[in-house]
């Protein structure tokens, strides 16, 4: 067992603090405060290879594995939870359907812009009617025939959408029908973001990640040819299903690069911060804090890590995910909470940033299954029984 | 074109302390001199426009991979380090004569020298080896200009209050400046194709050299005392808004005559 990142691993990881420090730190707070979409560090991220890291150079991306795509959005999240977001919902949920269910030419002509970072994916799953119940999907597809197999009319919406506005090609579940068994039949399309039709909605005034865009998507009478299904008819669930059992390794990084960073807050402060003639670390009640955040996140990291490893490695991970998911959502919460407890009142101060380390965190135990969901995911995997 | 990189590398900056032989600690973490990627980064851009390679020249102990893996994920073609324990405690002709009998054995059109290291304060190896290779010596470049034909390079050297343009017959050896521009962070795809680099490890019996001509015991000079800089009084930081901190400032400044 060796339990060391590779070398490959490591100048990731020190050429992401590189970047992160140098050139995404200094301009968070005005895209936090503003609520504004980081136009401009998104860019960037693309020539480095940031927006594919995990999938082949034939497809566009940087040819590395899920393990380094786990560091990177952990780097990302611990300097800016915003990003991290915006780059695990491009990366995972965006280009992943297209990875894992389109077509040779699918791939060409929408997955090899969005591996490169020229065009933003989103994922769009969500609906006002089917949050944790993702199968009760309202919106409809119906097939028109005509030259080429026709089109589908996609009519209904999609709610909670990360990076609405802001990307190019979106990746949506629809009813395309109903199974003999009265259960719905749902498919995956591939829409262009200017599709007739096709409209983004609202944008969410959120409790963190204000950086991020989420937002309402519309179909209405959006004409869709029929070669931009993804994957089979009525295989859409399956595959977006599929593509949250990976997106959990991504959101767990997210979590623990938030964690990371309240934790890196609190050492600092801790050592710093003087009261009663010396510094508040010396006192149990504050130090006991930090070793609680600092064995909480090293726990943390080696499940994700370990979840991303199995997967590379190609074997069963979807437990590992959902569990890596779940802990290290719980461990954020409550690692960003007490950052702000070691700092006293200056922690609830915007200034002291750990404030936003908890507003962020708190979407991890909810965006991609909540933490109940993966508990029957993980109740079911382990006691296989059907866990309601 | 050949373009060869010197590469130092040095304790991360900030992170300098001496070991007990008061020399600078190099089993810390390591990363490449400064000033070293902004020549790389020329060196890169050149070859990219013109067609060519760079290739990395490093001596120094087995922490200098990490940096040398960093570089090549930059861009460049293959690194060559030197290492060997009898280095240990060089002094600058002791290094100077491991680069010079490296060099012999590579072939480039172009030296590249960063302007000086973060931790030493020498800046002798780059004009020495010029010296001791017969090169031609452009210092403080801001520009660096190879001509079409390869048989030419133009320079522009820095100097107080401007620049003067200099040429001289390649090879030569080349110091650079920041002003050549900020060297690029390694793309992930540079740090997967660096996996396949090579890297060429050669010792002192490579290079045909004596272990005692190098090293501690062959050290021209000896460091006595280390002293840490004295202390200065505490800084005074203001906070205020730009309008009034100004104004507090110049009070200051006034209240010590220095304006
Ligand atoms: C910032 C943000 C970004 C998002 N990005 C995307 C995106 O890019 N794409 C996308 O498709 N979606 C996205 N979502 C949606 C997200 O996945 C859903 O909000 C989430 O799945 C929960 O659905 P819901 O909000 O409808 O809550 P509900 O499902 O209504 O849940 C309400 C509560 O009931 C609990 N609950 C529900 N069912 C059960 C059960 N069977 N057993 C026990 N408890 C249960 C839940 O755990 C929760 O506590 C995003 C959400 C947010 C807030």
Redesign the interface.
């Known amino acids: 067992m060796d339990l060391d990142l590779s070398?490959?691993h490591?100048?990731?990881r020190?050429?992401l603090r590189?970047?992160l420090a140098n050139e995404v730190a200094p301009v968070i707070d005005e895209h936090e405060r503003a609520r504004r979409f980081p136009t401009e560090v998104v860019s960037k991220l693309g020539?480095?290879?940031?927006l594919g890291?995990p999938y082949p150079?034939e497809e566009g991306g940087?040819?590395?594995d899920t393990l380094?795509y786990a560091i990177a959005v952990e780097e990302i999240s611990r300097v800016w939870g915003s990003l991290g977001i915006i780059v695990a919902a491009h990366t995972s949920l965006g280009c992943g359907p297209l990875h894992v269910a389109g077509t040779p030419e699918q791939k060409e002509r929408y997955l090899v812009p969005m591996a490169q970072g020229k065009v933003i994916g989103a994922y769009g799953l969500t609906e006002p009617e089917a949050g944790s119940d993702s199968g009760g999907t309202r919106t409809t597809a119906t097939h028109q025939g005509g030259p080429d197999g026709g089109v589908w009319i996609l009519n209904g919406g999609k709610r909670f959408i990360t990076n609405a506005g802001q990307a190019g090609t979106y990746v949506v579940t629809a009813r395309t029908g109903t199974r003999e068994d009265g259960s719905a039949e749902i498919s995956a399309f591939i829409l262009d973001a200017d599709t007739p039709g096709f409209k983004v909605g609202r944008l969410e005034e959120k409790m963190g990640l204000h950086a991020s865009a989420t937002g309402e998507l519309f179909f209405e009478d959006c004409c869709v040819p029929a070669n931009q299904m993804l994957g089979p008819r009525g295989g859409g669930w399956r595959t977006f299903l599929q593509i949250l059992d990976g997106g959990r390794i991504s959101i767990g990084a997210m979590a623990l690069g938030l964690a990371q960073a309240a934790l890196d807050a609190s050492t600092i402060y801790a050592r710093e911060r003087r009261q009663f003639g010396r510094p508040i670390g010396s006192f149990q009640g504050v130090a006991f804090m930090v070793a609680d955040m600092a064995t909480d996140v090293e726990a943390a990291r080696q499940m994700v890590y370990r979840a991303a490893w199995l997967k590379d490695q190609g074997r069963d991970y979807g437990l590992a995910a959902a569990q890596a998911k779940l802990f290290a959502s719980e461990v954020s919460k409550r690692a960003t909470n007490d950052a702000i407890q070691v700092h006293g009142g200056y922690g609830y101060i915007e200034e002291y940033k750990v404030e936003r380390y908890l507003r962020d965190a708190k979407l991890t135990e909810l965006g991609e299954g909540t933490s109940q969901i993966q508990r029957l995911v993980i109740g079911r995997k382990v006691l296989d029984l059907r866990v309601v | 074109m050949r373009i060869l990189v010197l590469l130092k590398a040095v304790p991360v900056v900030g992170t300098e302390r001496l070991d007990d032989a008061l020399r600078t600690d190099r089993s810390v973490a390591l990363e490449a001199n400064g000033n070293d990627e902004y020549v790389l980064e020329a060196a890169l851009k050149l070859t990219e426009a013109h067609g060519g390679e760079v290739t990395l020249l490093s001596v120094g102990p087995p922490g200098a991979m990490d940096p040398l893996r960093k570089a090549l994920a930059m861009g460049a073609t293959r690194a060559v380090h030197v290492a060997d324990e009898a280095m240990r405690g060089s002094c600058y002709v002791g290094t100077a004569r491991v680069l010079e009998a490296a060099l012999r054995r590579l072939e480039y059109d172009l030296v590249f020298a960063g302007a000086d290291t973060s931790d030493g304060q020498g800046g002798v190896i780059a004009p020495a080896l010029a010296a001791r290779l017969g090169l031609p010596y452009l210092s403080y470049a801001s520009r660096i200009e190879p001509a079409p034909d390869g048989r030419t390079v133009t320079i522009r050297r820095l100097r107080p209050g401007g620049y003067d343009v200099l040429e001289a017959p390649m090879p030569a050896l080349v110091m650079g400046t920041q002003v050549l521009g900020e060297p690029r962070y390694p793309s992930l795809r540079g740090i997967m194709q660096a996996r396949n680099k090579e890297i060429r490890t050669w010792t002192l019996a490579d290079l045909g050299l004596d272990a005692r001509s190098v090293g501690a015991g062959a050290a021209t000079t000896r460091v006595l005392r280390a002293e840490p800089p004295a202390q200065r009084a505490g800084a005074t930081i203001i906070r205020e808004a730009p309008e009034t901190a100004v104004a507090q400032v110049i009070d200051l400044l006034a209240a010590r005559r220095l304006i």
């Open positions: 070398p490959e490591s100048l990731l020190d050429t590189d970047f020539p480095m290879g940031l890291i150079e940087a040819g590395l380094a």
